[in-house]
């Protein structure tokens, strides 16, 4: 690797890091978006990734690959069980139900000795790198394409544009949604596993509200018709605060306005483009 | 022991019936899930604050005057993001995310400009002079606060079934459309609707404020918990089931902190809106029609 190249990655380090664990995220967020459900407990999933792992690591030593796994897991069990009851009802309980999530998640992360209270736990070693983190990212991206090009895809924009309507032509409603759901916190987790085994350090505060506003603000700035556009949006809220250096204090209340804006004014997003799809016969 | 703890969920249940009130009126009138309520219980507690502390009102002046307060930048915020949206007849979680923006803007902006630091009254505004009824003691401020909780129940439980106002509203909560064509000004009540829910958002906030003396911006955002909760407990949009719910979870709470262990005591809301969730969805008294997708 070329010198100057070398010192770049090791100075942006971890700002590259935050870039594709960003990304993650955003694709989270899409997933359960793109079907026309709202999940406001993105960064709740992530925090569970992000402890299940560290703790398997730091007190039993288990191997990397079984820690993502179960990340992975973890995250997806609470998913079934808020997600389950509110598959019926309008997407407005699920929205409820997964800001609490969060928040009860928060208390208990703060309130339990086993992770670390309101310090959380340090010294996790570094075990993720580029390539995982970025293999993973370029994976769930290849994926959303080929989904959103399928049939799959196309029930999924269905239910987006109108429920109702998907429902009586055969898309089976709640399947997709719990799917969805289950999908999005899975991907929520992996990256909060990644992001523990990356920063070595990790506290409950960096899972709260602040965190699950911030990932909607990465799928509706970049725009959710198509997997691309909350990977835009996560780049562009992860760098702009690092480039324009005042914006840095003010970066929470920039990601409101981002969504306050985008639903207002943009509802599209930066990326407006759909994928086309394989075989559409007239 | 007992009857201590159950005083005191009383008093915490009293105040979580009036937050939740504000919120599912909103939600039942206006049928939008607002989250920015939560923004207005801080809004309410730091102008209270900033109204005995720094210009020495007394509290029975700075309560009103800061829930009023409130309830006008209720009306302003429920104009600028949510009146387009109306207009436009957006999906419902478009209004949600939109107040859900501006929520964290509003929070950021306030621990901004004033940390957040945890704030408290001036000793003078709070009587801490208890009274004792059969080994259970009561401070005056607890007594001011269950009382104002009850009177501002009565005032929007007569407002709503004794004047024409109510009426409109009712109407309105029924169908927009028709209620337009009867003749309501559907804007004006609107506002009217968000100026109440703010007036009642604020006055918890100065209440539980009150109640703990522990002031600062996100202290709303705690609140929105039980208040999601309680609204999902009562059913969505009934406000009798929000009281009830209020009282139910302040008094589990009161007996949790009292016999099982202090730090569980946030978590019960949640476990009995998951369980409310899987078990009951129309709420307890199962009047709120469920909205099925």
């Known amino acids: ?282 | 022991m007992l009857a201590q703890q159950l005083v005191n969920g009383i008093i915490s249940g009293a105040t979580y019936a009036l937050f939740a009130l504000g919120f599912t009126l909103m939600f039942g009138v206006l049928n939008v899930i607002n989250l920015t309520y939560g923004v207005y219980f801080s809004t309410g507690a730091l102008i209270a604050l900033y109204a005995t502390r720094n210009f020495a009102f007394p509290i029975l002046l700075a309560l009103p005057l800061a829930a009023v307060a409130t309830g006008l930048i209720a009306v302003v915020i429920d104009g600028l993001l949510l009146t387009p949206l109306r207009r436009k007849k957006a999906p419902e979680l478009a209004s949600l995310m939109v107040t859900l923006g501006a929520t964290l803007l509003l929070y950021s902006l306030m621990t901004a400009f004033i940390g957040t630091d945890i704030q408290r009254f001036p000793p003078a505004a709070i009587d801490s002079s208890a009274i004792e009824i059969g080994g259970v003691r009561v401070s005056r401020s607890q007594i001011l606060i269950v009382g104002t909780a009850f009177a501002m129940v009565a005032l929007l439980l007569a407002l709503m079934r004794g004047t024409r106002l109510g009426l409109a509203i009712r109407a309105l909560a029924e169908n927009p459309d028709a209620a337009r064509l009867m003749g309501v000004d559907v804007t004006l009540v609107t506002f009217f609707v968000s100026f109440v829910s703010g007036t009642l958002g604020a006055a918890a906030g100065i209440l539980i404020g009150l109640n703990y003396n522990a002031i600062q911006p996100y202290m709303g955002e705690v609140m929105m918990l039980k208040g999601f909760a309680v609204i999902i407990i009562g059913g969505l949009g009934d406000i009798r089931g929000a009281l009830i719910a209020g009282l139910i979870l302040g008094l589990l709470e009161g007996l949790t902190a009292g016999y099982v262990a202090s730090s569980l005591k946030d978590a019960v809301g949640f476990l009995l809106l998951v369980l409310t969730l899987w078990f009951r969805p129309v709420g307890l008294f199962g009047r709120a029609a469920v909205k099925r997708a």
């Not at chain 1, 967020?29 to 999940?39: C, E, K, T």
């Not at chain 1, 399928?150 to 089976?172: I, K, N, P």
């Not at chain 1, 909350?230 to 914006?247: Q, S, Y």
């Open chain 1, 1 to 282: 690797m070329p010198a100057f190249l070398d010192d770049f990655l090791f100075s942006y380090q971890s700002l590259i890091y935050a870039l594709g664990i960003n990304g993650l995220l955003a694709l989270s967020m899409y997933v359960v978006l793109a079907i026309g459900q709202l999940s406001l407990g993105q960064a709740a999933f992530m925090g569970l990734g992000a402890y299940t792992s560290a703790l398997l690591t730091l007190k039993l030593g288990t191997p990397f690959a079984l820690v993502l796994l179960a990340s992975m897991a973890v995250p997806a069990l609470a998913a079934l069980i808020i997600g389950v009851p509110t598959l019926r009802l309008s997407g407005v309980y699920l929205a409820l139900a997964t800001i609490g999530l969060g928040e009860v998640l928060r208390i208990a992360f703060v309130n339990s000795e086993l992770t670390g209270g309101a310090l959380g736990l340090s010294g996790i070693p570094e075990k993720a790198g580029y390539a995982i983190i970025f293999g993973a990212l370029l994976l769930a991206l290849i994926a959303f394409v080929l989904v959103s090009r399928s049939r799959l895809g196309r029930a999924m924009e269905a239910m987006r544009e109108d429920e109702v309507a998907a429902g009586m032509l055969g898309v089976h409603l709640p399947r997709y949604r719990i799917s969805a759901l289950v999908v999005s916190a899975m991907l929520a987790g992996l990256a909060g596993a990644l992001n523990a085994h990356v920063s070595s350090f990790i506290s409950p505060n960096d899972y709260g509200f602040d965190a699950a506003v911030t990932i909607l603000s990465y799928a509706l700035l970049g725009g959710i018709g198509s997997p691309f556009g909350p990977v835009v949006g996560a780049i562009i809220l992860t760098l702009l605060p690092e480039v324009l250096r005042p914006l840095h204090d003010f970066r929470l209340v920039f990601n409101g306005l981002i969504i306050v804006i985008a639903v207002l004014f943009m509802p599209h997003g930066l990326v407006p483009w759909r994928i086309g799809r394989t075989g559409a016969r007239p």
